[in-house]
């Protein structure tokens, strides 16, 4: 009944709510040490926390000998060097989303961990909460029919400031807010439909508040010959965000974020299910994770499906970054 002792690297706002606490609150689980680069952060992180070790060297954390898994919370553009040093410590490698800033950085930490014979997992945790997996359990029993297309629609107006511009900054980040929050929805449709083969789209800059695109539309097909099209722009008035799954005999509304309704319609009428998220969003997943380390399950979000996300993004994405 061993206990996986966790080590995080990069200890900023994700891990506040979203992931540190479950590494704690997961059965068979516990968080052992923090790093930051700056280390009075990563003192103040560890004592409100619990945490008994901290650091302010990622190669220190790595090599402790009482860090079993290594959770890489840092932005995109440093985790191909920390998810390769620790592989090669021989550490199972847990790194947030999007995998890395392209696909030849998810190519090499693929091969890093591969080599060194350990698993690697990606924080694309909407794989594991209850009501994507019943979305999927519905479309396996066809109460929607055969599936035929998928669309997304997802606008905002810009709510970049100075103190997330990173998240726009493409050598940091990957690309624009498209990568940031756009990867969760291609990669939960990657989950329920099966992986994407085929990309065309355009990315565009259309209100010039930062450098990368903020406006993206594309339609791709998956290899089940189910088509897709999806529109993301960040800097329009008002909100929405939606998918909408059609198949031969009705079909399934729901949204990637928030804690909204999935429903349902067939010739047997409406029907609207409810989800409750867990308090640490990420906690499904990190039990999971847990579970396929000690033998005892499996996770559903791997380096492999994780390489399909950022490459679908790459297709749109390629002809635009060239500006950067």
């Not at 080590?7 to 689980?29: D, L, M, W, Y």
């Not at 909407?126 to 519905?138: E, G, H, N, Q, V």
């Not at 539309?217 to 999806?230: E, H, I, P």
């Not at 509304?253 to 609207?272: A, D, I, P």
Request: charge should be negative.
């Amino acid at each position: 009944m061993k206990t996986i002792r966790w080590g995080i690297i990069g200890c900023g706002n994700v891990t506040e709510h979203k992931s540190g606490p479950a590494f704690q609150k997961a059965s068979h689980s516990s968080l052992t040490a923090v790093m930051r680069r700056n280390g009075e952060l990563a003192k103040d992180y560890a004592e409100r926390h619990g945490v008994p070790k901290w650091y302010d060297s990622a190669e220190a954390l790595i090599h402790d000998d009482e860090v079993d898994a290594v959770y890489i919370a840092t932005p995109p553009s440093s985790h191909k060097p920390y998810a390769i040093a620790a592989a090669r410590a021989g550490k199972p490698v847990y790194v947030e989303k999007p995998m890395s800033v392209n696909t030849s950085d998810c190519e090499e930490m693929l091969h890093a961990c591969k080599a060194s014979q350990v698993p690697l997992y990606v924080a694309y945790y909407r794989r594991a909460l209850p009501d994507f997996i019943k979305i999927k359990s519905m479309l396996e029993q066809k109460v929607i029919g055969e599936v035929r297309f998928v669309r997304t629609v997802h606008y905002m107006a810009n709510n970049i400031n100075d103190s997330n511009m990173w998240r726009v900054a493409p050598d940091i980040a990957g690309g624009g807010l498209f990568v940031d929050v756009g990867s969760h929805t291609l990669d939960i449709l990657d989950y329920l439909l099966g992986p994407i083969k085929e990309v065309k789209g355009f990315a565009a800059n259309m209100a010039g508040a930062y450098e990368a695109e903020d406006t993206v539309t594309m339609s791709y097909r998956f290899a089940s010959d189910v088509q897709g099209t999806g529109t993301w722009c960040f800097c329009a008035c008002g909100s929405e965000e939606y998918n909408e799954i059609v198949g031969t005999e009705g079909r399934i509304l729901f949204s990637t974020y928030g804690n909204r309704l999935v429903r349902v319609e067939t010739g047997k009428g409406v029907q609207e299910l409810a989800f409750t998220y867990p308090e640490h969003i990420q906690q499904h997943l990190i039990q999971s994770i847990v579970d396929e380390l000690r033998g005892v399950g499996s996770c559903p979000s791997h380096g492999e499906s994780a390489l399909r996300t950022n490459w679908v993004m790459e297709q749109v994405l390629h002809t635009y970054a060239r500006m950067f």
